[in-house]
C-alpha cells in the first residue's frame, strides 16, 4: 500500500543528521507493516497533482499555524478536500490533524489555555488509554460537522476526530519517542514558558503507549482501503 506524506514542517537542523526529518520519522514508525512511502514537501509548494497518485494521505506536524497566512496552505486545503471527497484515506498527526479539520469547515485557533508539551494521557472508547507525546498550543477547539470525537484530554477536548472510515486524526505525535522529544526541547524549548519545559524533561521516562498506536494507523489505512474496494 502506497502512504503519500504531506510534509508540512521540518526537524530542526541540528536534529536532521541524527534523528531524521518529519516524513523520516513516520517512516521508521510505520515501517515494517507492508506500506510504501512517498514524501511531497508541500511546504515547499510540491503538491500531488491528484489524489490517486497514493493509497493513503499521511500529514506531518509543522511548527507553523494552519490559521497563518502561508502560500502553500490553501492548495492543501484544496487537495485535502478533494482526496476527502474521492474517499482516500486521511491521516492527520497535529498541524495535520488542524489542517484537515480546518479545511472541512472546522475551527482551530490558538488555545488559551497554553501549552501541552511531552506525555499526556487521552482518554477513548475506541482506542482505550493512551500515553502519547503533544508538543502543541493550537488546538481544534470546533471540529467539522462529518467528525466525530473518538479521544479527549482534560486539556484538549478534540484530540482524537475519525471521519468515518474517510480519515483520522490525532492532536499529539505518536511518532515522537522521549529521545527526539529531549532532542527537540533542546532545539526549540526557547518558544516554550520555564514551566512547561521543565515539566517536558520531567516526564520524559512516562511510559508511552505510542508503539501500540501504530497499529491503530496500519488498521485504518488497510481497512479504509478494503472498504473502498468493495
Known amino acids: 500500500m502506497k502512504i503519500g506524506?504531506?510534509?508540512?514542517?521540518?526537524s530542526p537542523e541540528q536534529l536532521l543528521e541524527e534523528r531524521g526529518d518529519y516524513d523520516m520519522?513516520?517512516?521508521?514508525?510505520?515501517?515494517?507493516r507492508g506500506f510504501e512511502f512517498?514524501?511531497?514537501?508541500?511546504?515547499?509548494?510540491?503538491?500531488?497533482?491528484t489524489p490517486d497518485?497514493?493509497?493513503?494521505?499521511?500529514i506531518t506536524g509543522s511548527r507553523f499555524g494552519v490559521y497563518e497566512d502561508h502560500a502553500w496552505i490553501p492548495p492543501l486545503e484544496a487537495f485535502l478536500?478533494?482526496?476527502?471527497?474521492?474517499?482516500?484515506?486521511?491521516?492527520?498527526?497535529?498541524?495535520?490533524?488542524?489542517?484537515?479539520?480546518?479545511a472541512l469547515g472546522g475551527r482551530v485557533e490558538k488555545?488559551?489555555?497554553?501549552?501541552?508539551?511531552g506525555p499526556e494521557t487521552y482518554d477513548s472508547e475506541r482506542f482505550g488509554r493512551q500515553s502519547i507525546i503533544a508538543f502543541?498550543?493550537?488546538q481544534v477547539v470546533e471540529p467539522p460537522a462529518e467528525a466525530r470525537v473518538v479521544g479527549a484530554s482534560p486539556f484538549c477536548a478534540n484530540a482524537m476526530l475519525a471521519y468515518s472510515d474517510k480519515a483520522l486524526t490525532v492532536q499529539p505525535h505518536p511518532e515522537f519517542n522521549a529521545p527526539f522529544l529531549a532532542d527537540l526541547l533542546d532545539a526549540r524549548g526557547d518558544i516554550l514558558p520555564a514551566d512547561i519545559a521543565a515539566r517536558a524533561?520531567?516526564?520524559?521516562?512516562?511510559?508511552?503507549t505510542s508503539g501500540g498506536f501504530a497499529d491503530e494507523i496500519e488498521w485504518f489505512f488497510k481497512g479504509a482501503r478494503r472498504n473502498s474496494e468493495r
Open 5 to 10: 506524506i504531506l510534509q508540512t514542517g521540518r
Open 25 to 32: 520519522l513516520f517512516k521508521r514508525y510505520l515501517g515494517g
Open 38 to 49: 512517498v514524501t511531497y514537501p508541500v511546504l515547499d509548494d510540491i503538491l500531488p497533482k
Open 53 to 58: 497518485e497514493a493509497d493513503g494521505w499521511l
Open 81 to 102: 478536500r478533494r482526496a476527502y471527497g474521492d474517499g482516500v484515506p486521511i491521516v492527520g498527526i497535529c498541524f495535520g490533524h488542524q489542517i484537515l479539520a480546518q
Open 111 to 117: 488555545f488559551s489555555g497554553g501549552w501541552s508539551v
Open 136 to 138: 502543541h498550543q493550537d
Open 201 to 208: 524533561r520531567a516526564n520524559l521516562n512516562q511510559p508511552l
